[in-house]
């Protein structure tokens, strides 16, 4: 393990192993972030919220750890409730999720389902408009699936499929139901990837949703930007999340870093979503931003 903080450039993460989906609880130290957000002297500091979605409304897919967890707190920070969708193997990671989101006040209600049965995109929606009165303000699309294959010609087509049907279908499935019950001021946030933009050769076919991603998120916005509804992306770089234990190979870890000399926390790509669902954001839409740790990417 690296003696630098967490925080520093040069920070190393440990390299161990889970089965995939992976648990946030599970993980070693360093613990990931959610509530606190890095600063240049190596330490970190509360979020400051400033009431930004206050009596909002969202929906966060994959919310149970990683980024979705981080999102789920600060959207609570700022004043939002959440429902939160997640595999059922999560509920251990889940129920955390909700303890720290009612900690800050707001409700968190849970729904373990398998996003690839658009049935049950549709019934993340019901149940979203049944425990919020009738209202969709945020969709968060987050939830995804990786594990690293060197080459095409070992890359089954069983796992090709898997990959599109939980990284991009969803997405479009959500949106669809969502968006009648989304007005003026709404927004659609997708989580895409860098990997979009740099062509990740050992993460072939969940570079290509990742990108996928992209391009629905584009067309997506020049269908509704005239309804006042914005869709944007994010695409993150290294997060320390359970996906890179449970997906990763031992080199790749070891690898696991950006231009800043460390891999992102959760919450630091989390303020970005705040940002893109919040009025800060108004004339922002069809975009993505780049949280990549100093990654300069193109498009």
Known sequence: MSSK?????????????????GLESNMPYPTPLFDEIPTDDGRSQKYKAAGKLKGKKAIITGGDSGIGRATAILFAMEGADSLIAYLPEEEEDAQKTKKWVEKYGQQCYL????????????????EAINVSG???????????????VEDINDLSEDQWVHTFNTNIHPYFFLAKYAL???KRGSTIINN??????IGRPDLLDYTSTKGAIVSFTRGLSNQKI??????NAIAPGPVWTPLIPSTMSDTAQKEFTSPMGRPAQPSEIATCVVFLA??????????TIHC???????G
Do not use: W
Request: glycine share 10%.
């Open 5 to 21: 903080s967490q925080f520093e450039a040069g920070h190393q993460i440990p390299v161990t192993s889970q089965d995939f989906p």
């Open 111 to 126: 729904l373990a389902t398998d996003l690839r049965d658009k049935a049950n995109c549709r019934k993340v929606i019901d």
């Open 134 to 148: 009738g209202k969709i303000d945020i969709l968060f699309n987050n939830a995804a699936y990786q594990m690293m």
């Open 180 to 182: 009648p019950h989304m």
């Open 192 to 197: 895409a990837s860098i990997n979009a933009y």
């Open 226 to 231: 005239g309804q006042g509804i914005r869709v």
């Open 278 to 287: 919040s009025s800060d954001s108004s004339s922002i839409s069809g975009q």
């Open 292 to 298: 990549n740790g100093g990654s300069v990417v193109g």
